[in-house]
């Protein structure tokens, strides 16, 4: 069954470091969209991504982050000068329709 | 302010009785409302989809209630089994918008 692949699924940087946190979509889909989640807290929508650009986004998604679909299959989110606050899971999920959204297994982003 | 909530006490029942969670929210106009499974430390499972103008869903054990009058979602597991305890998660996607909104969801213990 295909499925969301996220790598890594572990990362640990230092503060101020850029991250990418990569993920490879449901080929035939056409939404993709990047969440975080604060260890013990709810799943928080970061953007949305449609048509090669972006849709939406939220009030967290601010110019620390950016998102690129470089290729056919990757959809990646990058993060400059990470926070402390910044650690969390990060998950990546696509859409065929906008719909139902299919989640990957999360990179877990630790800043220390 | 728009919320979405769920029960933030888990819900502890007997294998083979019925599950039922809520989900009531607050300055919504969901086009869809979902419900997925999150395990620890893992990413959600998309499991049902209702559209606004539908009452009701099932699939196999599991089935949805839609009341956009009273702004809720009841989400039913009939014969549970210990295997179904997990956390809960109610999702709204707004008309016209490409983000989906979760809810902090409902942890579930099924025992045997």
């Known amino acids: 069954e295909p499925e969301v692949t996220q790598t890594p699924s572990h990362q640990v940087t230092q503060m101020g470091q850029e991250v990418i946190l990569r993920c490879v979509p449901i080929?035939?889909?056409?939404?993709f969209y990047w969440y975080r989640q604060i260890l013990g807290q709810k799943v928080e929508f970061l953007v949305s991504?449609?048509?090669?650009?972006?849709?939406?986004k939220s009030e967290i998604f601010d110019d620390q982050f950016s998102v690129e679909r470089p290729d056919g299959s990757n959809f990646t989110l990058k993060i400059r000068s990470t926070k402390l606050e910044d650690s969390a899971m990060y998950f990546c999920?696509?859409?065929?329709?906008?719909?139902?959204?299919?989640f990957g297994q999360g990179t877990r982003l630790t800043v220390v | 302010s728009q919320k979405i909530e769920q029960n933030s006490e888990a819900l502890n029942i007997q294998e083979g009785k019925t599950a039922t969670l809520t989900c009531n929210y607050t300055?919504?106009?969901?086009?869809?409302l979902q419900w997925y499974r999150q395990d620890p430390g893992r990413g959600p499972v998309f499991l049902l989809l209702?559209?606004?103008?539908?009452k009701e869903k099932r699939k196999e054990r599991l089935k949805v209630t839609f009341d956009t009058t009273l702004k809720q979602s009841l989400f039913h597991i009939t014969a549970s089994q210990p295997a179904d305890s997990a956390t809960y998660l109610c999702?709204?996607?707004?008309?016209?918008?490409?983000?989906?909104?979760f809810g902090a969801g409902t942890r579930l213990f099924v025992k045997a």
């Open positions: 999920a696509s859409s065929p329709q906008g719909n139902e959204a299919f």
């Open positions: 991504f449609y048509n090669n650009e972006i849709s939406e």
């Open positions: 080929s035939n889909h056409l939404y």
């Open positions: 209702i559209r606004e103008n539908e």
């Open positions: 999702a709204l996607r707004n008309t016209g918008g490409f983000k989906t909104i």
């Open positions: 300055n919504y106009s969901p086009a869809y």
